[in-house]
């Protein structure tokens, strides 16, 4: 039996939370810094499954709760613009069952393409928000989403970034609840979202975000005031209003101010931060990413000060803060770079890109470890810019470049990223083809390496590494019709992949290549799991 | 009471997630309150990898603020001048090159030796980090790493008397 106190992550704490508060799915799809929770859940007993997609996770998840079940989804911030055309009707429809859609921010981009602050969906949705600062917190708010969820018969979000989800702390677990059992009650007009049940279903989720914002407005509830000297806070001088991490922060940061931690970040306990604010003598809000609640308090006609605008780029910490606080806009120092990542040695993407650099290809990259091939030795990718988006932008290339041009174009994706979105690309490809053909190169190490090594429906395996049905990519692609499919083993079959590509890019004409061969770190893996077993 | 701020920094592969977890797990069954942080993704793939550790009666960020870290640990010296900045003035740094003379029959084990130089600077019982040393790795690599602990230890404690 686990201790109830423990040391653990931001993501094992919603993993543990789950488990407690009897989550009967949780599903998702790996990113960084998100991907830990479903692993931690699934090591837990779960049940927790690896979706394709975010988009199919989070309806999946929608249907658990439709189902009366308590039900957890997660996803990296990039995520949920794949998941977003769900989520945004699954407010209308509400549900039954809790649905919490944990979303993990990664500012500074530590491992993403973009700095999306996911506290503008909550509002764009109309979606509860809650946003923890600790490991502690992000246990709590978990299983208080759910009781939310449930109260309201919405969905709620919880808002994680990396140094939540990453960041080790202490945790007192509570107990373990029954959930709800799970049942089936018809509800045509509240669940089918045409347009005559929609306009009813908008009216009523804006009733229930009021009750929401009520819930909001409740000291303790959507906010929670840490008074650092005590006292009344009429007399501080200083008030800090501030949101997840960045509370703690702020603390250290002005351990005599009066920080107005912000629990709910949608709907805004408005009303909480007008009276703190004016209670204050001078009020500052602390915020990473977007200036958010710096807007919305200025929007009511709140007085506060925000932060320059050097300070929306990249994490907070304590020293930013202090800078904030002293209106200190000076430059910077810059932190000395350390060592880039790199592809492993004997990474079996390097042939390829090895190649593709020698061959003078343009190459529409995608996101996963492989995006490494942009940087030396290699620089052999042209762009990257959302899961799945190598076949598209290859393609529009492909259309409008001179014939000399296009036929140096070349989509490269991995297995994992190519199920996710690459398999509409392909539709594409075969019902609008370019007239110089096309070539992708699925680059098929069998996991899901930039994330560490998860599975997906190519590996045959699901979530805890048990057998699963495979999806089987060349096959995939045969069946959609296009009409050169080629499986080649970079390891072993150089010369062949040279001439294969040479002539797939000559001869035009639609390919798709896969270059297969296990990642080495998940036959290492594989090994020492062998070894112990 | 004195809050410990320490780092331990190096490369994707060298265990520097590993030992960190050992260094909060130590401090965390000595009662002390936690923070861990550090950065995932693109690190480890042989790049720059680098974890703070925080611990006293209570501590807030989990970020060490730059220039206040008491200890830095290097298990990779190409490490230095991206974290030497962080050290307080009187901060202790400990590198591999303190483990170079100390005949460490297994290599993989640096991380935690080096682990053993630090624990002779912090209040934490030993038990507590053989404890967390077995609770972090699995069996078979129990005996290994508490010798190489131990075996750092003792040379940081030497240190320590002839200072």
Redesign the interface.
Known sequence: MESKRQ?LSGNEAVAWAAKDAGVRLGAGYPG??STEILEALGALGGPAEWSPNEKVALEVALGAAYGNARALVTMKHVGLNVAADPLFTAAYTGAPGALVVVVADDPGM???QNEQDSRRYAVAAGVPMLEPA?SQEAYSMTIEAMHLAEQWLLPVLLRLT??VS?????VVRGEQAAPPPVGFVRDIPGRVMVPGHARQAHRRLREKLRQAAAWSETPGCGTRLWNGRGGPVSSHPLGIVADG?AV??A??AAPEAAVLQVRMVHPLPIEAIRQFAHSVERCVVIEEGDPVLVDACRAAGILVAGKPEPFRFGEL???RVRRILAGDTSPE?M??????????AGCPHRTVFNLLRDMQCIVSGDIG?YT?GALPPFDAMDTCVCMGASIGVGLGLRHVLPDEEARRVVSVIGDSTFIHSGLTGIAEMVYNPPPTGHVVIILDNETTA???LQEHPGTGRNLCHEPATRLVLEDVCRAMGVPNVVVIDPGKEQVRLAETLGRALREGGLWVVVVRRPCLLSTIRQKKAEV?S | MKAYNIAIAGLGGQGIITASDILADAAFRAGYDVKKAEVHGMSQRGGSVNTDVRFGREVLSPMVPDGQLDALVLVDETQEPVNRHRLRPDGCLIGPAAVANMALPNPKTLNVALLGLLSAQLPLPIEAWHEAIRHALPEKAHAANLGAFDLGRRHGETANGES
Do not use: F
């Not at chain 1, 990453?166 to 202490?170: A, E, P, R």
């Not at chain 1, 932190?335 to 492993?344: N, W, Y």
């Open positions: 040391l960084t810094p530590a491992s993403s600790d990396t140094r990453h960041s080790k702390s202490i991490v703690l922060h603390r250290e910490n304590v020293g120092p932190p000395p770079a350390g060592k880039p990542p790199q592809l492993c470890c490494l930039m994330t560490g112990q």
